[in-house]
C-alpha cells in the first residue's frame, strides 16, 4: 500500500532505477502489522511516498524509495526520519521503529533480508507494542531555589561561599582552589538531592506505567529523564498524575511530559 506522492514531490529523475526500471534501494523507518492502513498525508526521505514491504508472515517493512549512492546523514533526513515514525505514532499504529540510517538493496531484499525468518519475533514485539504508547518525563531543577536549599542545609558550603563573596577581586587568583571546592561541594551536595528528588518522582508515576527506561541526567539541573511504556487507556491517567507530580513540587522542580513517542526505548536489542 503506497501513500500518493505529495504535491509538487521529486519523481524519479533520469539516473535513477525507478526511472530504468531497475531494483531500486529501500529506506526502511520500522516494522509493522501486514495490511496497515498508512497516513496518506506523510512523505518520507526527499517528500518520496512511503509503502510497506509484505512477505508471507505478519509484518511489514515501513519504507521508501532512495536513490543510488545518495548519501544520509543530513538533518532534513533525521527529521524525515523522525516525521513518518511520529505520523505513524500519531495514528494509533503500532511501529517497531528503526534508528536512522537504515537501508537495503531494494525491495526483495528487505523481503528475503529482514521479514522472512524474523516475522515471527518481530510479531512478538509488536505484540508488546500494541495498545501502548512511550511518553518521557524530564524534570530540571529551578536553581536558585535548589541553591539555597543546600546553603541553608550544607552551613560548610554556606560559609565557604560568604568567604568568598567578600575576597577583593584584586586577590581573587588567591582563592581559586577554594573556589574550585565550593563548586565539588556543591555538586556532591546536588548530586545527593537529584538522586533523592528524582526516586520521588519515579515512584510517583512509575506505577501506572507498565516499563520504563531511566537516562543518566546530561546536565546538572538535570533532576531525572526518564521513558515510560504506558498503555493508551490509562495515557490520560498517567498524565494527571504527572501534573499532580508537577504541582506538588513545582517550587523547585519542573516537570516535562513529551510524547507520544515512536518506542525505541522499549525496543529489546538484537
Do not use: W
Request: charged share 25%; glycine share 10%.
Amino acid at each position: 500500500m503506497t501513500t500518493p506522492q505529495p504535491p509538487g514531490g521529486p519523481g524519479p529523475g533520469p539516473g535513477d532505477p525507478a526511472a530504468q526500471g531497475g531494483p531500486v534501494p529501500q529506506y526502511v523507518y520500522g516494522v509493522t502489522r501486514k495490511g496497515t492502513a498508512l497516513p496518506q498525508d506523510v512523505g518520507g526521505l526527499d517528500d518520496r511516498p512511503v509503502s510497506l514491504v509484505q512477505d508471507g508472515g505478519v509484518c511489514a517493512a515501513i519504507v521508501s524509495d532512495l536513490p543510488a549512492d545518495r548519501p544520509l546523514g543530513d538533518r532534513a533526513d533525521l527529521v524525515a526520519h523522525q516525521r513518518v515514525l511520529n505520523a505513524l505514532v500519531d495514528a494509533g499504529t503500532v511501529v517497531l521503529p528503526f534508528r536512522f540510517g537504515a537501508a537495503l538493496a531494494d525491495r526483495a531484499a528487505v523481503e528475503k533480508e529482514l521479514l522472512a525468518g524474523n516475522s515471527e519475533r518481530l510479531g512478538q514485539v509488536l505484540d508488546q507494542l500494541e495498545g501502548r504508547v512511550e511518553l518521557r518525563l524530564k524534570a530540571t531543577y529551578v536553581q536558585e531555589t535548589v541553591l539555597r536549599e543546600i546553603m541553608d542545609a550544607e552551613p560548610e558550603i554556606a560559609a565557604l561561599s560568604q568567604r568568598l563573596r567578600e575576597v577583593p577581586p584584586d586577590i581573587a587568583d588567591a582563592v581559586y582552589y577554594d573556589r574550585v571546592r565550593l563548586g565539588e561541594l556543591i555538586a556532591q551536595s546536588l548530586e545527593r538531592l537529584r538522586e533523592s528528588d528524582g526516586q520521588v518522582l519515579l515512584d510517583g508515576a512509575a506505577p501506572l506505567a507498565e516499563a520504563f527506561a531511566r537516562k543518566s541526567p546530561a546536565r546538572e539541573e538535570d533532576v531525572l529523564d526518564v521513558s515510560f511504556l504506558v498503555r493508551a487507556d490509562r495515557r490520560a491517567e498517567f498524565e494527571q498524575t504527572v501534573d499532580k507530580l508537577g504541582q506538588a513540587h513545582g517550587d523547585r522542580i519542573r516537570l516535562r511530559l513529551i510524547g507520544p513517542l515512536a518506542p525505541y526505548d522499549f525496543v529489546p536489542e538484537a
